[in-house]
């Protein structure tokens, strides 16, 4: 089969984002002004690439993220496997290491490949990576979408990336992110490889 081009990026700035309230798949909320420019910005550099599909978390922020290539009139397809983790009762909250020791607890257990602790009323990244398998076996079984836009969030990208290179999840912290940040990855038919390692060029 020719290379299938995969091009996943993390949603745009929310409101949330800048004042560090936490995010998951039961906070729906929009992009804000800035959100909104780095996904034109994101179309300008990108919008001459014919994608055969583009395919989005079922929150609206990914999907204001892409907007541009919607307006094309291009394929697409909403997932809730693609959804950010579950943070439980702390979603909508204000969190940081250094006030939430649950939290830092929790990451530092993920550090230590106990990858099945979860917050409160939250999702492990196991569950995340389980339910992530699903969108994994669709996306293989469509050989005929050889260039594909994918937009979802930053931890459950973190776990998408540990999946699709062979990565134990103890290393997703290794995958950085930031909004509107791209991930450019190659499927071969055997194995992914990254070619785009947190790309923010254009954004600049």
Known sequence: MSVKKIYLIRHGQTDFNVQGIVQGSGVDSSLNAAGHDQASRFFAAYKHLTFDKVYTSTLQRTQQSVQ????????????????????????????????????????????QGETHARLSGGESPDEVAARQRVFIKLMLSRPEEENILVCMHGRAMRV??????????????????????????????????????????HLS
């Open 68 to 111: 541009g290539f919607l307006d094309l009139g291009l394929p697409h397809e909403a997932h809730s496997s693609l959804n950010e983790i579950s943070w439980g009762v702390r979603e909508g909250t204000r969190i940081t290491p250094e006030e939430d020791a649950e939290y830092q607890g929790v990451l530092h257990q993920w550090e």
């Open 160 to 201: 998408l990336l540990c999946q699709l290179l062979n990565y134990s999840l103890s290393c997703m912290d290794a995958f950085e992110h930031r909004n509107l940040c791209l991930y450019k990855v190659h499927y071969t038919g055997s194995m992914f490889s990254v070619r785009n390692f947190l790309d923010t060029t």
